[in-house]
T-cell receptor, first 115, second 109 residues
Framework: EAQVTQNPRYLITVTGKKLTVTCSQN?????MSWYRQDPGLGLRQIYY???????DKGDVPEGYKVSRKEKRNFPLILESPSPNQTSLYFC??????????????FGPGTRLLVL | DAKTTQPPSMDCAEGRAANLPCNHS???????VYWYRQIHSQGPQYIIH???NNETNEMASLIITEDRKSSTLILPHATLRDTAVYYC??????????FGAGTRLTVKP
């Protein structure tokens, strides 16, 4: 089944404890992206990647890192989480059409609570 | 800065057409208009997208004005399962997809 998977789905952690949220897609998509969603603010893009070893900042990249060593994986790293990073996180992937992302397929989300 | 403007909420009667408007007055010639929806806290789901021409698929129709400054998503026969937040997105450039606050559509029996 074609899908985007995220792990973990739920995470409670404490301020300053490094964590990684994994994202994997089995559709051979070039484009992958991370979003966070907060009440009243809609979805905001954190980072995106157009292909392996190519990453770019989205709207709210501060406090996050990403890497794209393999086409299928795009982990989101919080080196020193803070309470303002408590949020619902979505990973997405998309094929490229004429060099641009086409339709994005979203993962189920990761709900993070930073105490 | 958001490039799209949508009403925060709308209601629609079950079985009737739902028409969701979106303004994108600063859209440039090569930018597409995309529509996604999000049911509760699930991952957003792609609905439809277009450049200039009107588009239709099994889920919805997309009507884009001739000047491309606005568009309307039409759900022809809304059901209770169409209750969701609907996002209109203009793609800014390579990879940069910006979601606004969307329109919360409530389909009522």
């Amino acid at each position: 089944e074609a899908q985007v998977t995220q792990n973990p789905r739920y995470l409670i952690t404490v301020t300053g404890k490094k964590l990684t949220v994994t994202c994997s897609q089995n559709m051979n998509h070039e484009y992958m992206s991370w979003y966070r969603q907060d009440p009243g603010l809609g979805l905001r893009q954190i980072y995106y990647s157009m292909n392996v070893e190519v990453t770019d900042k989205g709207d709210v990249p501060e406090g996050y890192k990403v890497s794209r060593k393999e086409k299928r994986n795009f982990p989101l790293i919080l080196e020193s989480p803070s309470p303002n990073q408590t949020s619902l996180y979505f990973c997405a992937s998309s094929p490229l059409l004429a060099g641009e992302p086409e339709t994005q397929y979203f993962g189920p989300g990761t709900r993070l609570l930073v105490l | 800065d958001a490039k799209t403007t949508q009403p925060p909420s709308m209601d629609c009667a079950e079985g009737r057409a739902a028409n969701l408007p979106c303004n994108h007055s600063t859209i440039s010639g090569n930018e597409y208009v995309y529509w996604y929806r999000q049911i509760h806290s699930q991952g957003p789901q792609y609905i439809i997208h277009g450049l200039k021409n009107n588009e239709t698929n099994e889920m919805a129709s997309l009507i884009i004005t001739e000047d491309r400054k606005s568009s309307t998503l039409i759900l022809p026969h809304a059901t209770l399962r169409d209750t969701a937040v609907y996002y209109c997105i203009v793609r800014l450039g390579s990879g940069d997809m910006r979601f606004g606050a969307g329109t919360r559509l409530t389909v009522k029996p």
